[in-house]
C-alpha cells in the first residue's frame, strides 16, 4: 500500500462519495444512466492514458482537444463517404499518429518546450478546423453509431473495449521495456542515458504514442452520436491533464499508474452528476474539481519535498 498511497486516497474518496450517494441519493446508481455516464467518460479515458505516459516522461501535452476534434471530423467525413469503420479507425490512428510525430519532433528533437509547441499546435489546430468546417457538423450514415448494434450492447462494447486497451497499458507500462524507459527518461533524462535509453527516442514515441491514442479515442466517440460536432474536443485537454495528476501521476515526472488515472477521472466525472442528485447547485462543480486538483498537485509537491529531504 505504501507504494501507492496517492491511487489508495483518491479510491477512498470516490469509495465514500458512491457510499454518501448509495445512502442520500440511490436514484443515481440507477442502471442506464450510470452505464451512459461511464461510456461517455471512455474516450477521456483512453486519452488520459497517454496523457500520463506524456506526464510521467516530464512532458505535457495540451494539443489533445484539438487533435480530438481533428480526428473526429476525419473519421466523421470518411465514415460518411462510406469507408468501412476499421478503415476509418487507421485513419484516425494515422491522423493522430501524424499529429503526435509533429510535437514530438518538435520537442524531442528541435529542443523546444513542450508547453510552448503543443500550445501553438492547439491553436493552429483549432483555427484551421473552425476555418474549415464552419461549425457545420458532419452527419454520420446508419450502421456506424454503436458499431451498427443496439445502444445497450453497443455501450457494453465501448465499455469492455476501454477496459481492455487500460488493462493492456498498464501491464505494458510495467512489464515491456518501452514502458520501464518512459519512467527511466521521467525520473532522470541523463541517468537513463547512461543505462543505454534513448531520451530523445522516448520522448518522441510518447508523442507519437499520445497521438494515436487521440485518434482512436475519437473513434470511440464518434459511434456514440449520430452527428460529428467540430469542438467536439473543447477541453479534453484540461479534463485529462486533471485525471492525471488527480490520479497520482507526478507532474515533475517518472511517477504514476494508469489505475490511479482511472480513479482520478471517475472521481472528477462523478462530482456533475452527484451535485444534480445532492440538490447543490451546478456552479460548484468547477470550484469543487478546482479544490481537488488544487489538493492533488500541493500534495505532489509536499510528497516531492519530503522525499528530498528524506
Known amino acids: 500500500m505504501r507504494r501507492h498511497p496517492r491511487e489508495l486516497s483518491v479510491a477512498g474518496v470516490l469509495a465514500l462519495l458512491l457510499v454518501a450517494l448509495a445512502i442520500v441519493a440511490p436514484a443515481f446508481f440507477s442502471p442506464q444512466p450510470l452505464r451512459s455516464l461511464l461510456v461517455r467518460e471512455m474516450p477521456a479515458l483512453i486519452v488520459a492514458c497517454g496523457m500520463a505516459f506524456v506526464i510521467v516522461a516530464r512532458e505535457i501535452d495540451i494539443s489533445v482537444g484539438s487533435q480530438f476534434s481533428l480526428c473526429s471530423v476525419l473519421a466523421g467525413l470518411l465514415a460518411a463517404a462510406g ?61 456506424v453509431q454503436w458499431f451498427g448494434l443496439s445502444q ?83 477541453g479534453l485537454e484540461l479534463k485529462v491533464i486533471a485525471a492525471a495528476v488527480v490520479g497520482g501521476v507526478a507532474i515533475s515526472g517518472g511517477r504514476g499508474s494508469l489505475w490511479g488515472v482511472l480513479a482520478g477521472l471517475l472521481l472528477l466525472a462523478t462530482i456533475p452528476p452527484a451535485l444534480t442528485h445532492l440538490h447543490i447547485e451546478a456552479y460548484w462543480e468547477k470550484a469543487i474539481q478546482g479544490a481537488i486538483i488544487l489538493l492533488a498537485a500541493a500534495s505532489d509537491g509536499l510528497g516531492r519535498k519530503r522525499s528530498n529531504h528524506g
Do not use: C, K
Request: aromatic content about 6%; glycine content about 12%.
Open 83 to 143: 469507408w468501412p469503420l476499421p478503415l476509418v479507425l487507421l485513419a484516425a490512428l494515422g491522423a493522430g499518429a501524424l499529429m503526435g510525430l509533429a510535437n514530438g519532433a518538435l520537442v524531442a528533437l528541435a529542443g523546444l518546450p513542450s508547453i510552448v509547441v503543443t500550445l501553438a499546435t492547439m491553436v493552429t489546430l483549432r483555427q484551421g478546423l473552425n476555418l474549415a468546417r464552419q461549425g457545420e457538423f458532419v452527419n454520420l450514415p446508419d450502421g
Open 152 to 234: 445497450t450492447a453497443g455501450q457494453w462494447l465501448v465499455l469492455a473495449v476501454a477496459a481492455g486497451v487500460l488493462a493492456a497499458l498498464a501491464w505494458a507500462s510495467r512489464h515491456l521495456a518501452a514502458g520501464r524507459f518512459v519512467y527511466a527518461v521521467g525520473s532522470d533524462a541523463a541517468a537513463a542515458r547512461l543505462a543505454g535509453v534513448n531520451p530523445v527516442r522516448v520522448t518522441l514515441g510518447v508523442f507519437v504514442f499520445m497521438g494515436a491514442l487521440t485518434g482512436f479515442a475519437a473513434v470511440l466517440n464518434l459511434i456514440q452520436s449520430p452527428q460529428v460536432q467540430p469542438l467536439v474536443g473543447s
